[in-house]
């Protein structure tokens, strides 16, 4: 018997990107590496905090996610809540 409690708004639409993010095709060719914006793959917390303050490039899965969120929002103001 599996025990499952219902997934809120948000977390629902979380989890519709993140299966189209898992859907897409991946070329396992292709190396992964992570560094941090300063250039390094190891974290400095003297450096993280002399970065400068204001915008900064986003990755286009955020922009994803915030289209989603504001749809949420926009569909619950047109629809009144649940």
Do not use: C, N
């Amino acid at each position: 018997m599996t025990f499952s409690l219902p997934l809120s708004t948000q977390a629902a639409s979380q989890l519709e990107v993140w299966s189209i993010i898992q859907e897409r095709q991946w070329d396992e060719k292709v190396s992964d590496v992570w560094r941090y914006s300063w250039g390094s793959a190891q974290f400095s917390s003297k450096k993280a905090y002399s970065l400068p303050l204001g915008t900064m490039e986003a990755s286009p899965h955020f922009l994803l996610v915030m289209v989603l969120k504001q749809f949420e929002q926009t569909q619950v103001f047109l629809l009144g809540p649940h």
